[in-house]
């Protein structure tokens, strides 16, 4: 990925913060990626979400900061990276919610319940009917 967003580069005078920044925000995210899948961590789908969303934003802003041409051929890349990359992610989401499934919301504590009293009956009225 980083390889894609340095050959994106349209001008070595303008832009080279904005790539090498994007590449090494992207280098950062894999190494988070990386680490995640590896070790099997909880939050692995949000990581992985994460640099696939900053990828696709930093190569569409690329894009359209160049004035000319290659917006077709970032558009392709963009098509064929999703292709591969929604189902990879539809894969580590489904897997993360088998491994750890989603905790119902605990209650700060158990609050205790006062009893209801009971209604009060006249000494005419019996229980089960009516007379």
Do not use: C, K
């Not at 790539?19 to 789908?45: H, K, M």
């Amino acid at each position: 990925m980083v390889a894609i967003v340095l050959s994106l580069e349209p001008n070595r005078d303008t832009g080279t913060v904005f790539f090498r920044g994007a590449a090494g925000l992207l280098e950062v995210l894999s190494a988070v990626v990386t680490e995640a899948l590896w070790r099997v961590r909880p939050w692995v789908w949000r990581a992985s979400l994460t640099l696939a969303l900053a990828y696709a934003v930093i190569v569409f802003q690329a894009l359209m900061a160049e004035p000319g041409g290659h917006v077709s051929d970032g558009m392709l890349a963009l098509t064929i990276s999703g292709v591969v990359v929604v189902p990879l992610l539809v894969y580590i989401n489904h897997r993360a919610r088998e491994i750890w499934p989603p905790r119902h919301p605990r209650r700060p504590f158990n609050p205790v319940r006062v009893p209801r009293l009971s209604p009060r009956r006249r000494p005419w009225q019996r229980s089960g009917g009516a007379p």
